[in-house]
């Protein structure tokens, strides 16, 4: 109570000295913007993730909407991306059996049935078509399959357009926030403004940090799925192939 009454009779009598009153007046100032400060900029003491994300909440909400959309993305192609869903063994072995004893419209109407699956459209299509070349078939195979793995590419791709557009996000969160900080500093004492553009520059990182983030958990999403997509579309070419062969075999 005596430190800040003497404090305050000291700006009082000084009021008439500029250099003096001005230093005062800016402690002040400096001491009332550390007490509003979400964190202590004096002792070094780090903001929470929370105090980070309202730092710019709406750029911030934006990548955490990214997040969740990266997210789902990974766990449905999880589920829907991989040998077992694209590549089923019991309907390869089915239509092989059915295609070794000769019975090539039965195996056709079986994959018509189940054309949702990847590789049942592809051999339908060779089925249709077993009385033609061995030459046009493949043709057949390499038009159908590039046709059907091109969705599949597509459809893995929104992960990695989420990788790129994240970090993009908080770059243009830290490009505002830089912008305010500065317009807002213009006009006041030097030791405020030094103390108030750390803070600003501190506040705008903030959307860069959650944006890389996103992005490289996103990219991480990519990387996996886009390995197991590659090792079911490989196994779907060898199961097309090896039933080709076996058409081939019949029409000699």
């Known amino acids: 109570m005596e430190n800040g009454a003497m404090l305050d009779r000291l700006i009082v009598h000084s009021s008439t000295s500029g250099p003096l009153a001005v230093a005062f007046t800016g402690i002040s100032s400096a001491r009332a913007e550390d007490t509003i400060a979400p964190f202590d900029l004096a002792t070094g003491t780090l903001p929470t993730l929370e105090q980070l994300f309202f730092f710019s909440p709406v750029i911030n909400g934006m990548i955490a909407a990214l997040s969740v959309i990266s997210l789902a993305l990974f766990l449905w192609y999880l589920l829907t991306i991989n ?148 090792l079911a579309l490989a196994e779907a070419e060898d199961a097309v192939h090896t039933i080709t062969d076996h058409i081939k075999r019949n029409d000699q």
Not at 155 to 181: C, E, F
Not at 189 to 217: C, E, P, Y
């Open 83 to 230: 040998r077992q869903t694209m590549v089923p063994s019991e309907l390869v072995d089915e239509v092989q059996k059915l295609v070794v004893r000769g019975k090539h419209e039965a195996a056709a109407d079986l994959c018509r049935a189940n054309r949702r699956i990847f590789v049942a459209s592809i051999i339908q299509r060779c089925l249709d078509n077993a009385g033609k070349g061995h030459s046009v078939i493949l043709d057949m195979i390499d038009a159908e399959g590039s046709r059907r793995a091109d969705i599949i590419w597509n459809r893995i791709s929104y992960l990695s357009d989420v990788s790129n557009v994240a970090p993009m996000l908080g770059l243009l969160g830290t490009v505002l926030g830089m912008i305010k900080a500065f317009f807002l500093l213009q006009g006041q004492t030097a030791s405020v403004n030094a103390m108030g553009l750390s803070r600003g520059v501190g506040q705008a990182m903030s959307t860069t940090m959650f944006g890389i983030a996103v992005g490289i958990i996103a990219l991480i999403f990519y990387s996996i799925i886009k390995a197991r997509a590659t």
